[in-house]
C-alpha cells in the first residue's frame, strides 16, 4: 500500500463502494463476509478508516476485484508510465543520432543488468 501520506483515503472508499455495489452487496453483507462490523465497512468507503490489507484482500476476493484494483496502482502506475514518456520525448527531441543511440544503448544495458540481477537473485 501507499504512504498514509500519500494514501487517497476517500478514492479507496469510493472503489469499496463501487465493487461492493457491483457485486450486489450491502454494507452488512460485506462486512459479515469480510468479518468485520458494518460501521467498518461504512468508514472504508466514506474515507474515514484505511482497510488492513487483510481486509482488503478478503474484500477484492468477496467482490470479484483485485486489490491492486481497489488500491488504484494500475492508474497510478499508468499515470507514471504516462508522464515518463512524455519527459522521454521532449528530453530526446533534437538530439543528434548519436546521443539517442547511446541512450538506446544505456537502456539495454540496465535491462540486462536487471535480468541478470533477476537471475542471480540479488
Known sequence: MTDDREYRWTELGARIREARSGAGLTQKQLADLVEVAPNTVWAWEAGRMKPVHEHLVEVAFHCGTGVRELEGREVVISELRKAAEVSFRDAVEGLPDEDIESIQEFIRF??????KR???GR
Do not use: A, I
Not at 110 to 115: D, K
Open 110 to 115: 540496465v535491462r540486462s543488468q536487471r535480468h
Open 118 to 120: 533477476g537471475r542471480d
